[in-house]
T-cell receptor, first 111, second 115 residues
């Protein structure tokens, strides 16, 4: 059974700092992995999607990497801003098409 | 492109009544839609997967008679919570994809409160 774990559960950083969020999964037979952002009381915004054959994806200040063999993904946020404050979720798409979510990392960027 | 809407965004109902939540893909045809439930400070839990024109596939532990899912068209899926109880209060989020294994696009969620 696929399990997804995110570390840390919460993170507080000063504005401008670069940071890394971690996601690990137990079953490497995935189709793709997605990183999402969720603001309080809101739905999910897709940030990056990495196919199983890819190693990384970049969008603006965000870079996500995938190491399928070790069951790990990281989300790197450069030059963090207060507007980046949100909960970040990673989810793996098993080959059955279902998304299995981690518990999320609650990020707070202090001005 | 790839916009998914949900209606209503918030609903309050009395215990014992039923409530219907709609999920629409606005600018693409979704062969597969997913329904998730999220408790406060918790992650999303997949409830069921629905394919247009066929019965939904429910995850283990989800009561299919309580959470009725209909996917009658390529742009609309509905979740009906029947005989709602306070423990059904939660945030319900749907997602839609063009094909089962493709990227899922999420709706804004529906906050259900059962009094």
């Amino acid at each position: 059974k696929q399990e997804v774990t995110q570390i840390p559960a919460a993170l507080s950083v000063p504005e401008g700092e670069n940071l890394v969020l971690n996601c690990s999964f137990t079953d490497s037979a995935i189709y793709n992995l997605q990183w999402f952002r969720q603001d309080p009381g809101k739905g999910l915004t897709s940030l990056l999607l990495i196919q199983s054959s890819q190693r990384e994806q970049t969008s603006g200040r965000l870079n996500a990497s995938l190491d399928k063999s070790s069951g790990r993904s990281t989300l790197y946020i450069a030059a963090s801003q207060p507007g980046d404050s949100a909960t970040y979720l990673c989810a793996v798409n098993n080959q059955g098409g279902k998304l299995i979510f981690g518990q999320g990392t609650e990020l707070s960027v202090k001005p | 492109g790839a916009v998914v809407s949900q209606h209503p965004s918030r609903v309050i109902c009395k215990s014992g009544t039923s409530v219907k939540i709609e999920c629409r893909s606005l600018d693409f045809q979704a062969t597969t839609m997913f329904w998730y439930r999220q408790f406060p400070k918790k992650s999303l839990m997949l409830m069921a997967t629905s394919n247009e024109g066929s019965k939904a596939t429910y995850e283990q532990g989800v009561e299919k008679d309580k959470f009725l899912i209909n996917h009658a068209s390529l742009t609309l899926s509905t979740l009906t919570v029947t005989s709602a109880h306070p423990e059904d209060s939660s945030f319900y989020i749907c997602s839609a994809s063009r094909e089962r294994l493709y990227e899922q696009y999420f709706g804004p969620g529906t906050r259900l409160t059962v009094t």
